[in-house]
């Protein structure tokens, strides 16, 4: 999973367990492959939630076994991705969730990078309870009871208050911003990163507590934990500008890929390909459940899902 301030959103299981906040910067780490002239390589940002990972997996699979490119991975958190994506370290990031400051300074002013057009995702970040929470207390997904419910969600973490819980600090997150300025008696907890907010939603609702948790869409966990979105104050255009008057919901954001410049230009069939790459919430979050809660190598996850779409990739390879 942003998606949130400006900072940046968020699983796990994929590519050795990716973890958000606790992930190696590897921007400076320049990957052999990328930006490489006259060789059939392409090297994509992986950032570190599983619907990005699944957009990876099934880009790599058709750019390997249907073009013959060799595909680099490389994992990097959202902003520094667009360092690395500029300087020509990687080609593509498949997923944004809308960095205004980012993309202004490198696609609008520098123009080292592209717009890749859009995932065909929409992304959405919410307050979320679980289900079975609302059902008793349907009172609790109005922002303006939450106090109310601040006792029955304290944990050992939230110091005596109760708690909102955060994935990685790395994601865009106006959470902080919120609880000061909406005057709710919460705390923001990190789990660290999506894999461990996961396990702790998991565990809650085993048990079947309450819990209070930033969370977005699209998102497989949604099928095995059912949750319902706390509406907070309405999203209006500008809200959300000043990272430290935030009081407003996150907006709804159409996911978009961008591409390094000379890769646009140069990439051939490959650049093409990824331009052309659109699919559905649907269709990503089959992906997502093989690789996360199947356990599926993603390979084996993209080339399940290659198999019985083929009639959406050929479009993009046309």
Avoid at 261 to 276: E, S
Wanted: charged share 25%; hydrophobic share 40%; net charge negative.
């Amino acid at each position: 999973m942003r998606v949130r301030t400006t900072a940046a959103v968020a699983s796990a299981a994929a590519l050795t367990l990716l973890t958000g906040c606790g992930a190696a910067d590897m921007t400076k780490q320049a990957s052999p492959f990328a930006n490489a002239q006259g060789a059939k390589t392409v090297t994509l940002s992986v950032q570190s939630w599983v619907g990005a990972q699944a957009n990876v997996a099934v880009a790599q699979y058709l750019l390997e076994h249907e073009l013959g490119y060799r595909v680099d991975t490389v994992q990097v958190d959202e902003v520094p991705a667009w360092d690395a994506l500029s300087q020509g370290r990687v080609d593509a990031i498949l997923e944004d969730w809308g960095h205004p400051e980012q993309e202004q300074r490198y696609v609008e002013d520098k123009k080292t990078i592209a717009p890749g057009g859009d995932l065909g995702v929409t992304g959405h970040i919410g307050w979320f309870v679980p289900t079975y929470f609302a059902k008793k207390h349907p009172d609790v997904t109005d922002w303006k009871n939450l106090n109310k419910y601040a006792g029955l969600l304290r944990t050992a973490e939230s110091g005596g208050k109760g708690q909102l819980m955060d994935g990685s600090p790395s994601y865009v997150t106006n959470d902080k911003a919120l609880v000061k300025n909406l005057n709710l008696d919460y705390q923001v907890v990190f789990a660290g990163s999506e894999a461990a907010q996961i396990t702790q939603i998991k565990q809650f609702a085993k048990e079947k507590k309450p819990f209070l948790s930033y969370w977005y869409t699209p998102q497989w966990l949604f099928e095995k934990v059912p949750m319902t979105e706390v509406k907070l104050p309405p999203y209006e255009e500008g809200c959300d500008a000043d990272p430290e008057k935030v009081d407003c919901a996150y907006p709804v954001t159409p996911l978009q890929k961008y591409l390094n410049a000379d890769f646009a230009k140069q990439g051939g069939k490959a650049a093409d390909l990824l331009k052309k790459f659109k699919w559905t919430t649907e269709d990503q979050n089959q992906v997502s459940l093989m690789i996360a809660d199947q356990k599926m190598r993603p390979e084996e996850a993209a080339k399940k899902w290659v198999d019985s779409h083929e009639s959406v990739w050929k479009e993009w390879l046309s």
